[in-house]
């Protein structure tokens, strides 16, 4: 029984000690030393992926549509053949043109003909002055006709090249406005096509910030509902025309990369970095403590006896900039704060600082 007993007492002290020497030690905490870095103020945007080129396409001439080559959501590429007129009637003018240009360079080439024949005879007295006069005039007559069959022949041939609507660039195409059977004229839309291949996207952002706004600045952004991927950009173009009444510009931003992801009219959520040109203490987020009656502060830590303590100090704070905050007041260069365990600390309580 007295073995027994002896060892319960043996028990209960071990077990006593690790609690008392935690007792000693304090509250686990972790801590940063406050640094002087430069201010970067972050900007929080909301924009959308926008196209730099958005056409209405029409045909060049009146015409019934024979053929529609593509749909809403087509992918085509420049030069492609988009919509086709019937083009019977014109194809019959090209080729009647394309037979009176052949005519005329047959007569052209046979008052030639006459009249260097002439010209040759003109030293040996063969022929009269007169007559090599009236063959050349023959002959600028004859060219005068092939030129104006030329011309004709190609009216007639862009004319023909006016019923095939192509791609004028490469792109998506979004709407169609006709079908085949309808008769379309010059200037009413038939279809709308939209650029794919250059791509940026768009952020309305307060005219405060306009003077602080370079091209080239840093952007970070997020498509549509996928807040986890972040990208990058670059500021392109800065517009520091706001519409009426409006107190933002429009400010474009590229993709440092291609990504299939972005589609003209997604949604973007941005955040523009801009420099403030100063520097000032900061400590991060986690360091703040925000009191019911307003007061912010943190947890000082100083070395007391051999241990460190906590006090409190409380802080102005500036901009927050990520997940760093400027201290405006209330703390120096190299001071010690708690960011990890100080939601429940006491003035004067030890702490133990994990490394």
Known sequence: MGRLLYAVIIVIVVSAVPAAAQENAGAPVRTVLVQEQAITQRVQLTGTVTSLRDANLSAATSGLVTELVVDSGSKVSRGDVLLQLDAELARWQWQSAQADMKSAEVLAKDARRKWEEARELLPKRSIAQSTVRDLAAVLASSNAALEQAVAEASYRKALLNRHTLRAPFSGIVQNKYTEVGEWVVPGNPVLSLVETDNLSIDFQVAEDYLYSIETGTLVNYWLGSDLQTKREGRVSTVVPISGQGARTFLLRVSASEKDSRMIPGKSARGELHLNTGRTALTVPRDALVKRSDGRILVWLVQRADGGSVVQEQPV????????????????????????????????????????
């Open 316 to 355: 102005t704070t500036g901009l927050v900039s990520g997940t760093t905050v400027e201290i405006l007041a209330g703390l120096q260069p190299g001071s010690e704060v708690v960011t990890q365990g100080n939601e429940s600390l006491l003035a004067g309580q030890r702490v133990n600082v994990l490394r």
